[in-house]
């Protein structure tokens, strides 16, 4: 698999756990009760940990592939003053 495979891997499992989590938090957030949508809120805050913690994990790795390409905006920012 080529780099530039896995970048398009991790961008897509991003996207999706940033969906989860923004999903089963806005559930939480508008159905404080025991139920959310029928489904105990023991197993939404679950999975909304689970893909808080899948998306930490892939942000993290995001960064160390892209490490060069913030360097150079961050020289770019600096010459600009």
Do not use: W
């Not at 991003?14 to 023991?42: E, H, K, N, Q, S």
Request: net charge positive; charged share 15%.
């Amino acid at each position: 698999m080529s780099r530039f495979q896995f970048k398009g891997i991790l961008s897509t499992i991003l996207i999706c756990c940033f969906i989860g989590a923004a999903a089963t938090g806005l559930m939480m957030f508008f159905d404080p009760g025991g139920l959310v949508l029928g489904i105990p809120r023991y197993y939404v805050a679950k999975f909304h940990n689970v893909f808080s913690l899948i998306m930490i994990g892939g942000v993290v790795i995001h960064f160390i592939l892209n490490s060069g390409i913030y360097g150079q905006e961050v020289d770019r920012l600096k010459k600009r003053k």
